[in-house]
């Protein structure tokens, strides 16, 4: 067996080595530095995450407690009080800004000449708005629907209808009380009602 080396100048890899060697320990070096860096950042980041997520539970405790305060000191009568005298204000402001005149000459319009108004009834529902009762002496069942008819196309008087009829045992009259939710603003003008007015 040949133990010689027959190279005239043996051929080293020392070089190429300590490079290799040297590009590896930076790499590792500057990988290192890079996940210290990236630590430091999210550790930093989490803990400013926790304080704020911290400050705002505590923020949101006290607000809590305030709201519950807040409802403790409210007093549910007064409410109730205060809202009943708002309701009975906007009454006492739809009573006045009622037009007594412009629903007179809308029955002075529509009444047919047989047909007497003997008594008449405004009441304030709170989910239909003015209701009218109005009582009328007739001598036929015809005025009255004539009249009914006359009123329905005025487009002012909706969900018209007879609570009661009878005859007047004095003067044989008829008498009904019909009832209707009055809508001024949605009819038309008490001067245009006088073409539908009924005839003798």
Same mark, same amino acid.
């Given at each position: 067996?040949?133990?010689?080396?027959?190279?005239?100048?043996?051929?080293?890899?020392?070089?190429?080595?300590?490079?290799?060697?040297?590009?590896?320990?930076?790499?590792?070096?500057?990988?290192?530095?890079?996940?210290?860096?990236?630590?430091?950042?999210?550790?930093? $980041?989490?803990?400013?995450?926790?304080? !704020?997520?911290?400050?705002?539970?505590?923020?949101?405790?006290?607000?809590?407690?305030?709201? !519950?305060?807040?409802?403790? $000191?409210?007093?549910?009568?007064?409410?109730?009080?205060?809202?009943?005298?708002?309701?009975?204000?906007?009454?006492?402001?739809?009573?006045?800004?009622?037009?007594?005149?412009?629903?007179?000459?809308?029955?002075?319009?529509?009444?047919?000449?047989?047909?007497?108004?003997?008594?008449?009834?405004?009441?304030?529902?709170?989910?239909?708005?003015?209701?009218?009762?109005? $009582?009328?002496?007739? !001598?036929?069942?015809?005025?009255?629907?004539?009249?009914?008819?006359?009123?329905?196309?005025?487009?002012?008087?909706?969900?018209?209808?007879?609570?009661?009829?009878?005859?007047?045992?004095?003067?044989?009259?008829?008498?009904?009380?019909?009832?209707?939710?009055?809508?001024?603003?949605?009819?038309?003008?008490?001067?245009?009602?006088?073409?539908?007015?009924?005839?003798?």
């Amino acid at each position: 067996m040949i133990r010689t080396n027959l190279a005239t100048r043996p051929f080293y890899n020392e070089a190429a080595v300590r490079i290799w060697l040297a590009v590896i320990a930076f790499l590792v070096v500057s990988l290192t530095i890079f996940n210290i860096q990236r630590l430091l950042y999210y550790s930093s $980041s989490d803990t400013e995450l926790a304080t !704020r997520a911290s400050r705002d539970e505590q923020r949101a405790v006290e607000l809590r407690a305030d709201a !519950r305060r807040l409802r403790a $000191s409210v007093d549910t009568t007064q409410v109730e009080a205060a809202s009943t005298e708002a309701r009975e204000a906007n009454d006492l402001i739809d009573r006045r800004t009622f037009s007594w005149t412009e629903l007179f000459n809308r029955f002075e319009s529509t009444l047919p000449a047989e047909v007497r108004i003997t008594s008449l009834r405004q009441t304030l529902d709170r989910n239909r708005g003015t209701v009218l009762t109005v $009582s009328v002496l007739s !001598r036929s069942v015809e005025d009255v629907n004539q009249f009914m008819e006359n009123l329905s196309a005025t487009h002012a008087f909706a969900d018209l209808l007879v609570t009661d009829e009878r005859v007047d045992p004095d003067n044989g009259q008829l008498q009904v009380l019909l009832q209707t939710v009055y809508r001024p603003a949605s009819g038309q003008a008490p001067a245009a009602d006088a073409a539908g007015r009924g005839t003798p």
